[in-house]
């Protein structure tokens, strides 16, 4: 079945850039997405990327996504204090009943 | 406009008891999802429906029911509440089920079985 994974835990300090990864074993992964869990919230949708792209960027964040190696990165530019949250990777090959989420990465900003 | 809400925020049961999750939205979304987190794991859903009166199984529908008797409701009931039951209650609701669409998820429910 679908698979994705991510490390546990990263810690950057303030200012620099953070750079999250996921992996995933399904090829026929329609929409990759990152969700943003903050303390005591729900998950939040930060960005997603169709398959057919390679690259995505909004404001600080850009998306990488090497398909033939299953992988998929979030980079922070400028990563502030509020960026401290659990950070999901998740992808899809149909609807959102059948989305497959990451084990999530703790993103610790130090200041 | 409230968005997702989720009752009750925080529950403990004890094993055999039953309860109801309720998750409310104000944005007249059609498809209603419920996930339950668990440390270690991603998020994993439970059941979900695509609009009122319809329900459907996910990926971990056992010992769980559903009902969305109301378009801006769906419950999620626990019959007879397990330990392996414990676990980080999320629900959710989308305009429509369509690949890249915004999920909106509500602030989640803690449930301890013992």
């Known amino acids: 079945g679908e698979d994705v994974e991510q490390s546990l835990f990263l810690s950057v300090r303030e200012g620099d850039s953070s750079v999250i990864n996921c992996t995933y074993t399904?090829?026929?992964?329609?929409?990759l997405y990152w969700y943003k869990q903050e303390p005591g919230a729900g998950l939040q949708l930060l960005t997603y990327?169709?398959?057919?792209?390679d690259m995505k960027q909004d404001q600080r964040l850009t998306v990488l996504l090497n398909k033939k190696d299953k992988h998929l990165s979030l980079r922070i530019a400028d990563t502030q204090t509020g960026d401290s949250a659990i950070y999901f990777c998740?992808?899809?090959?149909?609807?959102?009943?059948?989305?497959?989420f990451g084990t999530g990465t703790k993103l610790q900003v130090i200041p | 406009n409230a968005g997702v809400t989720q009752t009750p925020k925080f529950r403990v049961l004890k094993t055999g008891q039953s309860m109801t999750l309720l998750c409310a939205q104000d944005?007249?979304?059609?498809?209603m999802y419920w996930y339950r987190q668990d440390p270690g794991m991603g998020l994993r859903l439970i059941h979900y429906s695509v609009g009122e009166g319809t329900t459907a199984k996910g990926e971990v529908p056992d010992g769980y029911n559903v009902s969305r008797l109301k378009k801006q409701n769906f419950l999620l009931g626990l019959e007879s509440a397990a330990p392996s039951q414990t676990s980080v209650y999320f629900c959710a609701s989308s305009y429509s089920g369509g690949l890249g669409e915004t999920q909106y998820f509500g602030p989640g429910t803690r449930l301890l079985v013992l």
């Open positions: 399904d090829s026929s992964s329609t929409y």
């Open positions: 944005m007249n979304h059609e498809y």
């Open positions: 990327i169709f398959s057919n792209m």
């Open positions: 998740a992808e899809s090959t149909g609807g959102y009943q059948k989305v497959t």
